[in-house]
Every structure is written in structure tokens, then in C-alpha cells.
């Protein structure tokens, strides 16, 4: 159809999805789609293809690219929402078999500066899963644990080594011998 625009003019956040195996888990979560087409989603008779996720109310599609400047009101501009991203399934001719596509409006999106963006990694799994018929393994993953870093002073920390070495231990031994000496 055109270039996409939503939030900004070249990223279009997705937070709301469709009923598909892909994206029933990532209900809340949001991903990001930089420099975004729409797509048009038709079913043949060889093949069926679902809707993933769509643009906002807000969005807006374009054919004009050759400027930086989008006019909201040109009558030749889409309103959205606008289809993003769509799964199908095809025919293969084989018996019992049956072939798995995934179409995204954006090639961005899985490259490493846009990854790690909230829901990103999740979905680009989730696809991934999807495709090589894993639905098992579609999930929401935890996200890695956090590298918590103290940074002290050498007195700072002087002061912790003080007091978790010899201050406190020291206290519970004088309180040790201190009952001991009453009952004694």
C-alpha cells in the first residue's frame, strides 16, 4: 500500500494483537515496527492467511514518499488501523503436509538495534517456533537478569569490610560469651 505512519514517522508501535498462536501470548506487550508498509491480507484457494497485528486508529499510509513532509489530508492516504503482519499456511501438493509463511511490513524490526525493544525478541521467537511447528515453545520469555553493580569508595568500602568482618561478628561473640558467663 504505502509507508506507514503512526507514532512518529518512521516507527509504528503495536501493543493490541489478533487470536493467532504467534501473538496469543503477548497480549500488553508492546513491539515496535520501524519503517513500516501495510499489507494487504487475501486468502486463495491454496492458501490462508491471518491477520498478526495492526496499526492504530491514528495511523496513516502514504504513496507520496518523495517527500519528508505527510499532508493528513490528502485524499490519497490510508486511515488506519492498517495490517502489519500476517501468518498463512499453503498448500504444498505433498500429502499431509502443508507449508508456513510469515509477512511483517517491516525487515527492521528483528535487526539488532531494534531486538531488544520490549516485545520484539519475544515475537521473532514466537515466529520462529510457529514456523517450524514448535507451538509448544511459544511463550513469553523472562526477561535476563539485570547486572546490579555497587560502586563504592575505597573508604565506603572499607567501611563494609570493617563492619561485616570484625564489627559484627565481634558483637555476636561478646553477646555469646556474655549469656554464657550469666548461666555459667
Known sequence: MGQLFGVGPTIALVSAYDSHPIVNEMKGTATGFPLTRSLTVKNTDKSTVQKLFESSDSSLATTKLDTPNVNPNDPKNTHGPLTIGAAGT??????????????????????????????????????????????????IRPKPPEDRKVNMTAAQFNRVRLSSQFILPGALLLAGLSVWWRRR
Open 90 to 139: 499453503y498448500n504444498t501438493g505433498k500429502e499431509n503436509s502443508e507449508g508456513r509463511f510469515i509477512v511483517v511490513g517491516s525487515s527492521s524490526w528483528v535487526a539488532n538495534s531494534f531486538l531488544s525493544f520490549n516485545g520484539n525478541s519475544d515475537l521473532a521467537m514466537n515466529a520462529m517456533n510457529w514456523l517450524s511447528s514448535d507451538e509448544d515453545l511459544i511463550s
